[in-house]
């Protein structure tokens, strides 16, 4: 009944913020005499404001149309290169540039947001970069007949796309880099690969926030995944997708679940940018409004994950510490990080990330005991949050140069 109830909901807001929307528009109308009143204005902005916070936001395009390497502009291409049931590899290649480039896959969270929301970390590495980033599926569009998907499943994707990358010009091997919750599989991928030695095995991983050992600095995510038993979460979060939705009957941890958590760890601070918009509307600042407009555009834009996934990941990651513990398996086989012995590892947190604590990402590289200390490195992005470390100033001025820097160190 959880996922029925708000369908309803979201139809009936919907409905509300259309009207909310119309009305916003006649009051501003310069044919309306109000808009001429104090009142009017503020009337219009108020309900712009609330259009725009209740709103549905289904998935959004990359948008990546052009880029500016050195002061020259090249045109993207974009591309699904690979398909499959719950995600797709795509690709991102300027127009007119060499293909020799280094290829560098970005593996998107698979966490509640689609991977638009690493726009800003593609469009950053283009300058450097052939960028592939897996783009991963909204479960409730997954029909039953394509069966499960897990923790190995993700990791099984991993291998595929690394391999796919590496045939596209073989033997220059891919670099890989994972964002938040994938440096966790990825980080096993990893492993795996070099322990079978892969063709395809990356040069470089690159880890950003990402949940490696939950026992250092735990966080408000950490500690509410310790506290309670996983048939907790089996019981409580996890929902069935209705039958308007390709995946009907699917078990899925819902999205708007996830977004609902995660505005109520911040919710002050949410309430304060909506009024922040609201202020710069109605001081005619446009362009400092619509750019908080676009960032909740892409934050409440969310998709269903896997019940099989979310959980395994609550039980490993978060409560068994399986990979700290060396204790995690991909179908069955110990994934043995002493293995990684042909990969670079860099690890990036953010000083004021309150998802990922400090100390979390960097315990990789204690881990990877069997890799040279000149293959590894480590990197505290100050005064940057989790949303920094990837997007914004912050990661174009300041992370992104470390990142080219390692691998160019390790090409």
Not at 48 to 53: E, K, L, T, Y
Not at 142 to 163: A, C, R, S, T, W
Not at 205 to 227: C, F, K, Q, W, Y
Request: charged letters at 20%; one cysteine or more; a negative charge.
């Amino acid at each position: 009944m959880l996922y029925q109830a708000y369908e309803l909901q979201r139809s009936w807001m919907n409905s509300v913020s259309s009207v909310a929307s119309i009305t916003s528009e006649l009051l501003a109308n310069p044919a309306n005499p109000l808009s001429y009143l104090g009142i009017g204005p503020i009337a219009a902005n108020a309900l712009d404001v609330f259009a725009h916070a209740t709103a549905y936001y289904s998935k959004p395009a990359f948008g990546i149309t052009k880029v500016d390497v050195d002061g020259k502009i090249y045109p993207v291409i974009e591309a699904t290169v690979m398909n499959r049931p719950f995600g797709d590899l795509k690709r991102f290649r300027l127009d007119g540039v060499d293909d020799d480039r280094p290829k560098l896959l970005i593996v998107a969270p698979m966490s509640g947001h689609f991977a638009t929301l690493l726009r800003g970390t593609v469009r950053r590495m283009l300058q450097k970069y052939e960028v592939y980033i897996t783009d991963w599926a909204d479960a409730k569009t997954v029909p039953l007949h394509e069966g499960n998907f897990d923790l190995d499943d993700y990791i099984d994707y991993l291998i595929e796309f690394l391999e796919y990358i590496e045939q596209v010009k073989p033997g220059q091997r891919p670099h890989m880099l994972a964002v938040c919750q994938p440096s966790v599989p990825a980080f096993a991928t990893t492993a795996l690969m070099n322990q079978h030695k892969s063709p395809a095995t990356p040069l470089t991983l690159t880890m950003m926030g990402g949940p490696i050992d939950t026992r250092e600095s735990p966080t408000t995510v950490n500690n509410h995944a310790m506290n309670r038993p996983i048939e907790w979460f089996r019981q409580s979060v996890i929902a069935t997708v209705p039958i308007n939705y390709r995946g009907a009957g699917r078990r899925v941890y819902p999205g708007f679940m996830q977004l609902s958590a995660f505005m109520s760890m911040n919710l002050q601070s949410h309430m304060m940018s909506h009024y922040e918009m609201f202020k710069h509307l109605t001081a005619g600042d446009e362009e400092s409004a619509q750019a908080t407009k676009d960032f909740y555009d892409e934050y409440r834009a969310v998709c269903d994950m896997t019940a099989e996934f979310y959980l395994q990941t609550v039980e490993e990651v978060f409560q068994k510490h399986s990979i700290p513990n060396g204790e995690f398996r991909h179908k069955g086989e110990i994934v043995d990080l002493t293995q990684i012995t042909d990969t670079a590892l860099l690890a990036i947190e953010g000083e004021r990330d309150d998802i990922s604590g400090l100390g979390q990402t960097k315990a990789a590289l204690k881990l990877a005991s069997g890799l040279a200390e000149d293959k590894k490195r480590y990197y505290m992005a100050e005064g940057a949050g989790h949303y920094g470390i990837f997007n914004g100033s912050k990661w174009r001025n300041n992370v992104a140069p470390v990142v080219e820097e390692f691998i160019a160190a390790h090409i």
